[in-house]
Antibody, heavy 124, light 106 residues
Framework: EVQLVQSGAEVKKPGESLRISCQAS????????ITWVRQMPGRGLEWMGR????????NYSPSFQGHVTISADKSTGTAYLQWTSLQASDSAIYYC?????????????????WGQGTLVTVSS | QLTQSPSSLSASVGDRVTITCRAS??????LAWYQQKPGKAPQLLIY???TLQSGVPSRFTGSGSGTDFTLTISSLQPEDFATYYC??????????FGQGTRVEIK
């Protein structure tokens, strides 16, 4: 059974750093890209970026480029989302998800399995 | 850019419900639909515009290609009251989502 299990809720102060995690199981981690999605309180879904766990190549939405870092550890099957300096506007739920392709390494067609979400609260 | 409509709707159990998603440029069939219930992660319903994800009830259908897409629920069930999102995944990211459609009980 494919599962993505995310780390628990975090409460941080502005300017602090943070790394949240997404532990994959039930499939070969390096066969599928992982992506991150933000959902601010009461708002819709925003695509942030993706990573290829094979070589840790990542690319980002322009809205998030330079503010977050996506990484992966293929030895543990874990993806990460990291901030070096949090802002109050980073308060949101963050989801990781697996990217579905119809053929190995083919075009992405959907986000097929999702983590349960990690709530990040940034407040002074 | 994806424009989803309506932003919300009220419907009764058994109703036929249609949600539309319009892309600002052609995206072939690189469109997916998701359902999100309060406090839960989104779940994939349909990919490649019209292919039902495994385990999703057949009352959900997707159609369209190019710039105009629809999600139809043929007979609304109590468990279908949720928010629905479309997402375009055409070639290179960013892969944007629509604004969402909240389906409420009439």
């Amino acid at each position: 059974e494919v599962q993505l299990v995310q780390s628990g809720a975090e409460v941080k102060k502005p300017g602090e750093s943070l790394r949240i995690s997404c532990q994959a199981s039930g499939y070969t981690f390096t066969n599928f890209w992982i992506t991150w999605v933000r959902q601010m309180p009461g708002r819709g879904l925003e695509w942030m970026g993706r990573i290829d766990p094979t070589d840790s190549y990542a690319n980002y939405s322009p809205s998030f480029q330079g503010h977050v870092t996506i990484s992966a550890d293929k030895s543990t099957g874990t993806a990460y989302l990291q901030w070096t300096s949090l802002q109050a506007s980073d308060s949101a739920i963050y989801y990781c998800a697996r990217l579905k392709t119809l053929v190995p390494r083919g075009p992405v067609v959907a986000l097929d399995f999702w983590g349960q979400g990690t709530l990040v609260t940034v407040s002074s | 850019q994806l424009t989803q409509s309506p932003s919300s709707l009220s419907a009764s159990v058994g109703d036929r419900v249609t949600i539309t998603c319009r892309a600002s440029r052609g995206i072939s069939d690189y469109l997916a639909w998701y359902q999100q219930k309060p406090g839960k992660a989104p779940q994939l319903l349909i990919y490649s515009a019209s292919t039902l994800q495994s385990g999703v009830p057949s009352r959900f259908t997707g159609s369209g290609s190019g710039t105009d897409f629809t999600l139809t629920i043929s007979s609304l069930q109590p468990e279908d009251f949720a928010t629905y999102y479309c997402q375009q995944l055409n070639t290179y990211p960013p892969w944007t989502f629509g604004q969402g459609t909240r389906v409420e009980i009439k």
